[in-house]
């Protein structure tokens, strides 16, 4: 059962290889932090949840960045026309996407680093582009020369008429080069840093490209985001580090689709937006995480309310399910996992493909639910019932599991437990915490006694 995805550089399917045995680095572009999140938005964060979550049931442990990006052109036109503070403003709105995203049952990540805390590693990294020559200086305002990097054009053929339009105002000499700082400008008013060419402030692209070497380091395993990234924003980031590295950033970039709301991609700029907030007044978190996972991260989807409610009737025929088998009582340690359980895995491990695995997940229910009403359920189909419910809500997270085996330790968080072993023992408390604060939102206690960790579901 080898795990696959989809490469958006090679345009097909691979098996994945990790670049360390145990664990995986994943970079994710995070939100832009200057008004409520959309559910458009919220199909690319629970898309790196999938993945994540994969990737945890494959035996990995995973590293991530979210990053949040609080420094760009929207935030300072709201600043400037709203009279709100900058920290006050850009603070709000990654409170509310942290929330929400702990609400949708997005496992938190490893960091969420804020671009305006790690200023100076990307003045020293646009000065290490400069001193290689593949950057240059126009009034203040620094570009990446495109010429000098003979790479350049990773994701689109660059002959074509693909070619960025930003920036051009500011006087870059090619145009596919792309900004790395912005000059200090009236608008910008106090959201401005001081470095060696002026006042002025990172751009985006760079910002991504430091956050995700800082901390993860030079090469990572998979680098995602939603498909409009893709170009520039994705090409212009690899572009920096492979430039100044000279080695590959990402072995895997991977693309979610847009959601499609009256034929037009859903975007903000578009206003027409659908926030979070005003969709958990109608529908259960649950119910929009089903929705949003109910068709291939790679389909366009269109948004709809007959859609929500159709994955709110899901969530009720899954919920009745799990009630009927009742599985309190079920020992299941040395069974045999059933055809079911392990179809599941090969439809998610095949490029994350979640409507497959749905369907694999329903076929049982309705198997099961005929043996139920035939009073012909066998102790077997029991336990394995148990193990396939289980191992479905630790994907899809869809279901209270109340009613579940308090025994039963589902194998990411066993993972997610021994790394925090793992930490205590080199004295890395704050990493220790921050598992502690993972396997808790998963549903599961951890406690340290004389015999080491003790895990206990949560009731
Ligand atoms: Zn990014």
Not at 98 to 127: G, V, W
Not at 203 to 216: D, F, I, M, R, S
């Amino acid at each position: 059962m080898k795990l696959q995805f989809y490469n958006s550089v090679t345009s097909k399917k691979e098996e994945f290889k990790s670049l360390s045995d145990k664990e995986v680095l994943v970079y994710g572009c995070g939100p832009t932090v200057y008004n409520s999140p959309h559910i458009g938005n919220f199909r690319t964060f629970v898309f790196y949840d999938l993945l994540n979550r994969v990737l945890l049931q494959n035996g990995y442990v995973v590293k991530n960045v979210i990053n949040i990006t609080d420094i760009d052109d929207k935030i300072i036109d709201r600043v400037n026309n709203e009279g709100v503070g900058f920290k006050e403003l850009t603070q709000k709105y990654e409170r509310i996407f942290l929330d929400q995203s702990s609400t949708i049952n997005i496992l938190p990540s490893t960091f969420n680093p804020r671009a305006s805390e790690h200023i100076s590693e990307m003045i020293d990294f646009i000065k290490a582009l400069m001193a290689k020559g593949v950057a240059y200086n126009i009034d203040g305002n620094i570009f990446f020369d495109t010429k000098e990097y003979s790479k350049y054009g990773k994701f689109v053929n660059i002959d074509d008429d693909n070619l960025s339009r930003e920036d051009n105002e500011l006087g870059k000499k090619h145009p596919n080069d792309f900004a790395l700082w912005k000059a200090w400008k009236d608008s910008d008013g106090e959201i401005t840093w001081e470095s060696d060419w002026g006042n002025g402030r990172p751009a985006w692209h760079t910002e991504c490209a430091v956050l995700g070497t800082q901390l993860l380091g030079d090469s990572i395993d998979i680098h995602c985001g939603g498909i409009d990234l893709k170009f520039p924003h994705h090409e212009n980031e690899s572009a920096q580090v492979e430039a100044l590295l000279g080695n590959k950033f990402a072995n895997y970039w991977l693309h979610s689709e847009h959601l499609i709301f009256d034929s037009e991609k859903m975007s903000k700029s578009l206003g027409n937006t659908l926030s979070i907030s005003d969709l958990l007044t109608k529908y259960s978190a649950e119910t929009l995480r089903l929705f949003l996972l109910s068709s291939h991260y790679r389909s366009k989807v269109s948004f709809s309310e007959k859609k929500l409610d159709d994955s709110s009737k899901m969530i009720d025929k899954i919920n009745r399910f799990v009630n009927n088998v009742d599985l309190a009582t079920i020992d299941i340690n040395g069974v045999d996992y059933s055809r079911f359980h392990l179809d599941f895995l090969d439809a998610l491990n095949d490029d994350l493909n979640t409507p497959e695995a749905l369907g694999v997940f329903f076929d049982f229910i309705n198997t099961v639910n005929k043996n139920i009403n035939n009073d012909s359920m066998t102790d077997d189909l029991r336990i394995q019932s148990k193990i396939f419910i289980n191992l479905f809500n630790s994907i899809f997270c869809v279901i209270n599991t109340s009613s579940s085996d308090k025994m039963f330790i589902p194998k990411d968080i066993q993972n997610l437990a021994s790394l925090r072993e793992e930490m205590r023992s080199k004295f890395e408390w704050n990493e220790a915490d921050k598992l502690r604060q993972m396997i808790d939102n998963l549903g599961w206690l951890i406690e340290d006694t004389k015999d080491g960790q003790k895990l206990i579901q949560k009731k």
